[in-house]
């Protein structure tokens, strides 16, 4: 039986690519080869670009309330479809089908931001700024738009992007993750069947060739990466040097800080919720858990425990699992080589995950790594899998500085009873986004996605109204109207 071949959207139509370079897409809960992906390059780039340039004008020029209500429309295809796209993602990323929904649910609250744009999109305005002088400011769109996305969020992060480019009047060609090019496709199919008009939004499959040549196209004014900070650093230092707007989010290493006053099952559960969930291939991931003080013995000890008690299978015919696969084989080889390195550097390991479960997917348990010292690399580099490094401090200032000599900056939360302690925490941890005992910090649809330091490259993040900023442009007009030739000045009219 021949394999499904995805197909790029362009012009409206699903076309299949020119190229004869395809790459495999799996099941990673069975490592199933379930379809082959397209690698694109500059010719079928051209056909995307082309296509969203030729769209730019008439979307441009169509009343902002018909731009809202294609989000409208859209919200209920995508309510509609819930089940079924939470599923679409369990099968070619697999999480769990909760944390599938959970999601989609995130994807769907910036579609319902983006309903709001005729007030989003609003100007400002002053009149008589001086003698007779009016003056606004208008916003417009920056024009063809390009999202390239990574494989950990197949649905939610696509939609980051290009509802809010959308009804900003902008065209858009979205670059999906080459590992999880299915759930774009449907969301892709969604808008299309909500009227989107061709063009307008187009979905080109590949991998770095394909973002060069995005990058490279004078065609392009924009680019929203998200991904790890290798690329991003790079995306965005190719963007911006050929004079195009980049907001690019990267690679993470968070931690979370437990207070000796903090509830200690509370702390556990959320603890083990924001490192093992997603397989820990989530950019807000606890990576670095931080006991303050004497709890970290009791600490360490409840965390393996609960962690050890959670189930890893497959995703796709079991609901119940707590833990599915990571995204590939190799992947997983990398994550269990970095506990193995943590190991021979001297830390202590506390709970094994390595043969959670023997299937033919890509599996591995959750894995706490004890005494880990700052130095070493488990405690520097981002793992992207279910391994939680533990380093003990003796004060919280000691684990602040310790977020200072981090080169990412994306995360961190805190679990305390003391007020002043999270107000200390909130105003001097090192990162964008912060959780007050909340585990996974992350910020929602009407909140800018804030990463800083090596998590994030550009000034205007991704969601929120910074999105709004991102894909428009602001134009000031200075009016005069001056008194007919002959007439004498008019005083201001006020009633007698
Ligand atoms: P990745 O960097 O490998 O790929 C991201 C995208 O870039 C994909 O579309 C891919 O095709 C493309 N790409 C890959 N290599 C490229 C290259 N050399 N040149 C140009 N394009 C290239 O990331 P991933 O493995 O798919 O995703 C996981 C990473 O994304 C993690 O580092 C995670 O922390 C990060 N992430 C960050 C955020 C955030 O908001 N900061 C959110 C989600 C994921």
Redesign the pocket.
Known sequence: MSLHQVQNLINGDFVSAATDRYDEVFNPSTGEVIAQVPLCGVAETAAAVSAAANALAAWDATPIIERARLMFRYRELLESSFDELSRLITREHGKTVSESRAEVRRGIEVVEFSCGIPSLFMGQSLSNIATDVDAEVLRHPVGVCVG??????PAM?PM?MFPIALVCGNTFIL??????PLTAVRLAELLQEADCPPGVLNVLH???E???AL?DHPDVAAIS????????K??YTRGTAAGKRVQA????KNFCIVMPDADPETAVKALAAASFGCGG?????TSIAIPVGDIADSLVEKLASHAGSLSVGPTDTVDDVDLGPL?RQQ?VDRVAMSVDAAAKEGAVIALDGRKAFAGDGFFLGPCIVDEVHPTMSVARE?I?GPVLSVIRTASLDEALRLSQSCRFG?GASIFTRDGYAARRFRDHFNAGMIGINVGVPAPMAWFP?T?WSG??FGDLH?QGTEGIQFYTRQKVTLTRWMKPEGESHHDPIWKE
Not at 225 to 232: D, E, L
Not at 249 to 252: N, S, T
Not at 281 to 285: E, F, K
Request: aromatic share 14%.
């Open positions: 390239i996305t990574p494989y950990n969020f992060v980051w670059k999906p993750s080459e590992k999880v590949g991998g770095r394909c973002v060069d990058i990466f998200v991904g790890s900070s290798p690329v991003a790079s995306v989010a990267g690679g993470a291939q989530r950019c807000m991931a995204i992947h981002e992207f994306n996605f990463g998590s994030f991704v």
